[in-house]
């Protein structure tokens, strides 16, 4: 498996996410970092990974100014290709800003920054981010953001239900998303975006591993691919 | 000559900002304030002097990046 990394201005957790996935591609194939002004991706590229943080500051809507950035036009391509790209927090903004993904996500419901483990439940293990767990499990992944509060029209909710697309719910919902969603797919699975960070509880020493079985997954559908 | 977009969320689209103001107006006294919707005022500068030109090229700016028209409308007004 070899993933990308991309990093704009003001990304976070993007060496984080490098790390999650060199270490489960297990055969030495770091993530290659791919900065923003690129145009194209690096050869040989499985699956692409967009960040978490406040890229460009936020300016104008979260993840406005990344999405309308030159190497989303290839990032967007790979998808439509049908490659895997996951996105995390802001890369969760960046995806829908994009349109690869469905709805919006708002100011919390709360409007403050909320910064904590959240528990999670796995809605579809029918992707190849989520086959690593079983529907229904509960996993404890930290949250780390302003706008997580995930809105879409009646027809998109409708469809992401009946087309079994919401990958993650939160237990206790912390910023007022539509029905509970901390994460949903594409239509054809192979984007996913979530708010909370995987990667950020990835190896014991960081408090917890229920975050590598999304690495661990993506990498075993790469393998049989 | 100068652009000026309004860009506000969409009916039925929830405001947790403008829910804020409409309770920190409250707090102040200003008890008849029934509903707050908060948006966005863009001004710009364009080199274009043919208005109807300017209105239509705005508002493809709008469609590709002011507005987020999954949750916001926008109007234009030429100046």
Redo the contacts between chains.
């Keep these: 498996m070899r993933a990308a990394v991309i990093q704009f201005p003001g990304s976070n957790c993007d060496r984080d996410l490098a790390v999650a996935f060199g270490k489960a591609s297990g055969a030495n194939k770091p993530a290659q970092m791919v900065w923003h002004k690129e145009t194209g991706l690096p050869s040989g590229i499985d699956v692409i990974a967009i960040p978490g943080g406040f890229s460009f500051g936020d300016y ?2 979260c993840g ?1 100014i990344a999405a ?1 950035s030159p190497i989303m036009r290839a990032v967007v391509d790979f998808a439509n290709q049908g490659g895997y790209v996951l996105g995390i927090c802001n890369g969760f903004q960046v995806l ?2 994009s349109g690869l993904l ?3 996500l ?6 403050k920054y909320i910064c904590k483990d959240t528990e999670l439940v796995v809605k579809t293990s029918d992707s190849a981010f989520t086959s690593g767990y079983d529907t229904g499990a509960h996993l404890t992944i930290p949250i780390a953001h302003h706008d997580g ?1 995930y ?3 009646a027809d998109t909710r409708k469809a992401l239900h009946e087309e079994d697309r919401i990958a993650f719910t939160y237990v206790e919902n912390p910023n ?1 998303s539509l029905d509970d969603i901390a994460g949903i797919l594409s239509q054809n699975r192979r984007v996913l975006g979530m708010m909370p960070h995987p990667e950020r509880l990835n190896d014991p020493e960081l408090g917890g591993t229920d975050g590598a079985g999304m690495f661990g997954a993506i990498a075993d559908a790469l393998v049989s691919a | 000559m100068k652009a000026r977009v309004f860009v506000t969320l969409k009916n039925g ?2 405001d ?2 403008g829910s ?1 103001v409409r309770r920190s107006l409250g707090s102040l006294g200003f008890d008849g304030v029934e509903k707050v919707r908060q948006g966005k005022v863009i001004e710009l500068e364009l080199a274009e002097t043919d208005a109807e030109k300017a209105r239509i090229e705005v508002g493809k700016m709008c469609e ?3 507005a ?1 028209t ?2 916001e409308d926008y109007t234009v007004e030429i100046l």
């Design positions: 104008l809507r406005a309308r829908t800003e469905p709805g919006a708002m100011r919390n419901a709360s409007m509060n809105q879409a029209d007022g | 689209v929830l947790p900002q804020a590709k990046l002011l987020n999954v949750i």
